[in-house]
């Protein structure tokens, strides 16, 4: 079964490097960078793990996280 990864980073290239690393044969892993992308993502698909980054232009990953756990509390998370 494909696990499905949102990976919420607002900088390019550290994005990129924590997506590389975590390529793996049963994981996908959807890359966006920033609040409003990560909802849109959200809504439209259901994701078996979250990694947001706290600090984001436009918010911080900790207000997607409480709605997320208000819809989902058994959605793991991690926090950059």
Known sequence: MVK???LLEDDAALGQGIQLALQLADAQI???SSLLQARQLLSGAAFDL???DVNLPDGSGLELLREQKALRPEIPAILL
Request: net charge positive.
């Open 4 to 6: 499905r990864i949102l």
């Open 30 to 32: 959807t890359l966006c």
């Open 50 to 52: 979250l990694i947001l």
